[in-house]
């Protein structure tokens, strides 16, 4: 696919990004709703539980993502990027709308289990279809970019919530909303890398020559039509997968960890109410902007591997502060650690899904790119849960000090296993 490696950044690319882009920050804004619900379902007798049952629920979504990462990455190879995508899209924003009528704790929970099959599956399909659409010079780069948008659905729930004056249900209801961008991912052909991979390659060369006004002649690959299986990650790609189970674990464990109990643990720390962490909380959302951007930056300028490892062990580092100042009660000095963890873990973020995709050959890319976001939801399930039961029986500092070890050591293995896919066509 030379014409794409070495397409200029144009018209179709924006419009993608923009559509991409808009459900990427829905994806945001409903795995995060959990983080404001949880401390306001206290209020509704039905709905209060045991910090443990809070962090499970705060859990499902992450849970059914990991079946939801598995079943439509899978499903992107055998039926297409945009099918996959747009079945995703439209599961989890049913799940959210139906989820905000619910009537106890444990129907939320199933709601946002089936919430998250489709958040699961968006992920990992979306990236794969952005990436086989972007010129190999800028991919890492718009890749990073294509996930800033979590940044901006963050901050978008965070100012929600607070117009909503902290009503969960009006929350969840308004990520429901993603449904109306369907007919607009309607209007985004197929990806010309699946379409040959299928032997359809007339379909293939009509859009590439509406898209970029060439005309071209295609020819199959050797491996068209073949059955796409996960042992086949842990034989031809084994070290690869590796790498990446470990990464994806880690990066997600520390996320999810943190930043679902976020207004607890700035709640606890600071001693402020639960409304009052809402509004830190939108504070180190926008931190995470400048961080996928410097890391879109670094990764086309020193790699995609560096990039990755160091802003994971910097955020590392950012828990590691964060649990020695909440110890000395240091309010200006928590937020600012709380801040540095924000920029630098969602700069991994930026990276590692950029990173992801190069590794992959397009007949195993939406298989071992729904695999990556699987042990992602594994990570992200356990931390809720784990983070929960650590402040029942300790602090909510060794609860940060469990994130922050578990972040430096996926960034070492990322420095030890991972290679450079910097510049490299996909394959």
Request: aromatic share 14%; glycine share 10%.
């Amino acid at each position: 696919m030379e014409i794409i490696e070495n397409a200029k950044f144009g018209r179709f690319h924006y419009k993608l990004l923009a559509i991409l882009g808009t459900i990427w920050a829905f994806i945001a804004i409903n795995t995060l709703s959990v983080a404001f619900i949880i401390p306001l379902l206290k209020k509704e007798p039905a709905f209060q539980g045991s910090l443990t049952k809070l962090g499970a629920m705060g859990s499902a979504a992450l849970w059914g993502m990991l079946l939801g990462a598995w079943f439509f990455g899978i499903l992107a190879d055998y039926i297409g990027r945009k099918k996959s995508l747009s079945l995703a899209v439209l599961t989890f924003g049913l799940g959210s709308i139906v989820s905000a009528f619910v009537q106890s704790l444990d129907q939320l929970i199933i709601l946002r289990f089936m919430v998250g099959l489709g958040l699961g599956g968006s992920l990992p399909v979306a990236s794969s279809y952005f990436a086989e659409f972007m010129p190999k010079k800028i991919r890492g780069a718009m890749i990073s970019i294509l996930e800033s948008f979590w940044a901006i659905g963050t901050i978008i729930i965070g100012i929600v919530a607070l117009i909503v004056k902290a009503d969960w249900r009006s929350i969840l209801l308004f990520g429901g909303a993603i449904i109306l961008a369907l007919p607009l991912l309607a209007t985004l052909p197929e990806s010309p890398r699946f379409l040959l991979l299928k032997g359809r390659i007339k379909e293939a060369e009509e859009i590439i020559a509406k898209i970029f006004e060439v005309s071209v002649k295609l020819e199959m690959t050797k491996e068209e039509h073949r059955k796409i299986t996960i042992a086949e990650l842990w034989s031809k790609y084994a070290k690869i997968t590796f790498m990446l189970t470990i990464a994806w674990f880690s990066i997600a464990f520390a996320y999810y960890g943190f930043f679902i109990w976020l207004p607890k643990f700035l709640a606890s720390a600071l001693n402020i109410t639960v409304f009052k962490s809402f509004q830190y909380f939108i504070i180190t959302a926008v931190a995470q902007l400048p961080g996928y951007w410097s890391a879109a930056y670094l990764i086309e300028k020193i790699g995609r591997k560096k990039t990755l490892s160091s802003y994971l062990f910097l955020s590392g580092l950012a828990g590691l502060l964060f649990y020695k100042f909440v110890s000395s009660g240091n309010a200006s000095m928590i937020l600012l650690s709380a801040v540095l963890f924000s920029f630098f873990n969602l700069g991994a973020w930026g990276a590692i899904y950029a990173y992801t995709p190069e590794l992959y050959p397009t007949s195993v890319r939406g298989t071992g790119t729904g695999w990556a976001g699987a042990m992602a939801r594994i990570g992200g399930g356990l931390a809720p849960i784990i983070a929960g039961r650590v402040m029942e029986i300790s602090t909510v500092g060794v609860a940060v000090l469990i994130i922050a070890v578990i972040s430096i050591v996926g960034a070492l293995n990322i420095a030890i296993l991972g290679k450079e896919t910097k510049g490299k066509a996909l394959e």
